[in-house]
């Protein structure tokens, strides 16, 4: 239940293999869905559109984790409610959820075991809520980005912190998805210039469709996830 929206919010939850049997902590991924999803958007995604999942994204998960060829981690994917990944939703999703996250799993409760990933509209939010909250985040991919102006604002405003929490930043689009590319480029841009790291993907042949894109670069993902989390 979320206070400051006054209503339950929905959300999907991924633990590992062997959580259940362990007493070991997890780092946690947070996903933020677009404007046409919902909290099961990255699990109907990517069995639909990723190959080696084979129809279950779970289930992909956890044989590269038992394989070995991902470190074990938790993926919380949370509903907008029609709040949209803007001010409605700021407190609870840098507050609330972590709060309810942490406090209901055994996850690695501060800023090197958690990181964000936001699709289209929830891109704003991936790019909104570390900007604005760098010492609770790692690094943030920013997928399909489309909010510009809102990038320069925050940055900026927030340069100092970001920088001195060494956050880092990683923007992926297909290159179908003119708006976005457009767009992503342009906060790349804005990055580079308040000399943010970060690095910007343009995908061949991938429209604006969250399975697709990922399907792409999931393992440039995975390992800009780990890396970061590999610091704790």
């Not at 923007?171 to 910007?200: C, F, K, M, W």
Request: include cysteine; proline fraction near 5%; hydrophobic fraction near 45%.
């Amino acid at each position: 239940f979320s206070q400051s929206r006054q209503q339950e919010i929905f959300f999907t939850i991924f633990t590992p293999p062997g959580y259940e049997q362990s007493e070991d902590r997890y780092p946690v991924l947070y996903f933020l869905h677009g404007s046409q999803g919902s909290h099961i958007l990255f699990w109907n995604a990517v069995s639909r559109e990723v190959p080696a999942a084979n129809s279950d994204a779970g289930a992909w998960l956890s044989q590269l984790m038992e394989a070995g060829e991902l470190p074990p981690f938790i993926l919380v994917a949370p509903n907008d409610t029609d709040g949209g990944w803007g001010d409605e939703n700021e407190v609870m999703v840098t507050q609330e959820l972590i709060w309810a996250i942490d406090g209901n799993w055994r996850t690695i409760a501060n800023r090197n075991g958690r990181s964000l990933m936001g699709f289209s509209l929830g891109a704003a939010g991936a790019m909104r809520y570390p900007a604005r909250h760098s010492d609770l985040y790692c690094n943030t991919m920013v997928l399909a980005e489309s909010a510009v102006d809102e990038a320069a604002t925050l940055w900026a405003v927030n340069q100092e912190a970001v920088l001195a929490n060494g956050l880092e930043v990683r923007l992926a689009v297909g290159q179908l998805d003119e708006r976005a590319v457009n767009a992503s480029t342009a906060v790349s841009q804005i990055l580079e210039e308040l000399s943010i790291p970060h690095e910007l993907l343009i995908i061949p042949d991938v429209p604006h469709d969250f399975g697709k894109l990922f399907n792409q670069i999931h393992d440039w993902a995975f390992d800009f996830y780990t890396s970061c989390w590999a610091q704790e």
